[in-house]
């Protein structure tokens, strides 16, 4: 018998599972939750989140794979990159151990990837209204972000999805406001507490 491979795609992005193991007699692609074979673009077993995922629970990606992302498994991300200069924000670094600017990202029911975090206008020490980051500030980079979730429900995913459309509080360097770290630290060790509890894992199941 051949020993199974494991391989990794350069392109976690885009719609091919980020991680698959390969069987050289049944040709399948295993990728944590659900066997994909490619010989007709579908995987072996149903989607472990039903419905939500579509009414087609074995297709992949939605049956739009170069469009959409397919979920990396129930994944979310806690991501650094260096603080933006002049407009421009670049995650693919990880800044330097201090000046760095951090915030989380996961995944969404339909398989993509969104991302949030806490800035200002105007950051410094002096206090500031808070607002959450833009898309073409914070995003996913597999240079920037660690997993910080990968179990095989959706609590704390929508936990934090939940948060991200949230007001934010007063930026501050310091103790007079809460900055980017602060922010993302205190979100994401809130969202672990709040899925300890089985009612907020089942209530969260479908979102």
């Known amino acids: 018998m051949q020993q ?3 391989s990794a795609t350069p392109h976690p992005r885009r719609g091919s599972p980020h991680r698959v193991r390969r069987s050289a007699s049944a040709r399948q692609h295993y990728n944590y939750f659900r066997d994909y074979e490619p ?6 077993e149903s989607d472990p989140i039903g ?7 074995y297709g992949y990606a939605l049956q739009n794979p170069l469009l959409l992302i397919d979920p990396l498994g129930l994944d979310s991300w806690a ?5 933006c200069v002049g407009g421009n924000c670049s995650p693919g670094t990880r800044g330097p151990p201090v000046a760095n ?9 339909d398989g993509k990837i969104e991302c949030g975090g806490q800035s200002s206008d105007h950051p410094g020490p002096k206090p500031t209204p808070g607002r959450p980051t833009r898309p073409d500030e914070d995003w996913y980079d597999e240079k920037s972000c660690d997993l910080v979730d990968d179990d095989d429900d959706r609590c704390i995913e929508a936990c934090l999805l939940d948060n991200f459309n949230r007001s934010r509080p007063t930026y501050a360097v310091g103790p007079r406001g809460t900055d980017c770290q602060e922010w993302a630290d205190d979100l994401l060790q809130g969202c ?3 899925c300890r ?10 979102r």
Not at 39 to 44: A, D, K, L
Not at 51 to 57: F, N, Q
Not at 197 to 206: A, G, I
Request: hydrophobic share 30%.
């Open 4 to 6: 199974a491979k494991t």
């Open 39 to 44: 010989g007709t673009g579908r995987y072996v």
């Open 51 to 57: 419905l939500a995922g579509g009414l087609s629970t």
């Open 79 to 83: 991501c650094q990159r260096p603080l």
């Open 101 to 109: 600017h951090q915030y989380l990202c996961t995944t969404t029911l």
């Open 192 to 194: 672990k507490l709040q």
């Open 197 to 206: 509890r089985p009612e907020n894992v089942f209530r969260f199941r479908d």
